[in-house]
């Protein structure tokens, strides 16, 4: 089965440490989702990249969080400097997404990020 | 905007028990899909079911079954005959044609 890879699968970190996430979404598929999960919020976007270029980031705090897809097979989320509130699972999703469509996204397992 | 709402924040049920798991959403948009998913206690997010907006017929796929009612803006879950191992949040959610909206959630708890 194909998978999105996600690493790391667990952080503990200090505020104010940088922190990046990776992940490498199935081969092919061309959107790319961030989403975050927390008990209060559940599960919100963050940002996505339809062939690599970023379509919204609306929903990630600018100032200290950024997204980037450098090539087909590798997504990245920095968090810099991190801090307390940060602290959520963050999960990466790829699908293959006609313009007149949607498809069925595959999530990875999830980053467990803590910041202490 | 869309907004997807599972008003049953937490379901215990014991073993063998029907479960009704309620999603009711809203949006603008005339196409759009359904989803269901499921997390497990381990985390990871697993795809139930996709339904499109034309396509009101209700599914059964073993002990699972759902039922879209676009009048109600309903697109609710049925567990018959639940097990332990469907324990897990169940996720509901919908796009038109960019993102995944989700709800909040639902946990279920079946207990031997």
């Known amino acids: 089965d194909a998978r999105v890879t996600q690493t790391p699968r667990h952080k503990v970190t200090e505020m104010g440490q940088e922190v990046t996430m990776r992940c490498q979404p199935i081969?092919?598929?061309?959107?790319v989702f961030w989403y975050r999960q927390t008990m209060m919020q559940g599960l919100e976007l963050l940002a996505y990249?339809?062939?690599?270029?970023?379509?919204?980031d609306s929903g990630m705090p600018k100032d200290r969080f950024s997204a980037e897809m450098p090539d087909a097979t590798l997504a990245t989320l920095k968090i810099q400097p991190s801090e307390p509130r940060d602290s959520a699972v963050y999960f990466c999703?790829?699908?293959?997404?006609?313009?007149?469509?949607?498809?069925?996204?595959?999530f990875g397992a999830g980053s467990r990020l803590t910041v202490l | 905007a869309q907004k997807v709402t599972q008003a049953q924040t937490e379901i215990s049920v014991v073993e063998k028990e029907d479960v009704t798991l309620d999603c009711v959403y809203e949006?603008?948009?005339?196409?759009?899909?359904l989803f269901w998913y499921k997390q497990p206690p381990s985390g990871e997010l697993v795809f139930l079911i996709r339904?499109?907006?034309?396509?009101?017929q209700n599914e059964i796929s073993g002990r699972y079954s759902w039922n879209f009612q676009k009048s109600t803006s309903s697109f609710n879950f049925t567990i018959t005959a639940s097990q332990v191992v469907d324990s897990a949040v169940y996720f509901c959610a919908l796009t038109g044609y960019s993102t995944l909206t989700f709800g909040k959630g639902t946990m279920l708890l079946v207990s031997p």
């Open positions: 949006t603008r948009d005339t196409t759009y899909y």
């Open positions: 990249f339809r062939n690599r270029a970023p379509l919204d």
């Open positions: 081969l092919g598929h061309n959107t």
């Open positions: 339904r499109n907006s034309f396509d009101e």
């Open positions: 999703a790829s699908g293959l997404i006609p313009d007149s469509g949607a498809n069925v996204l595959t």
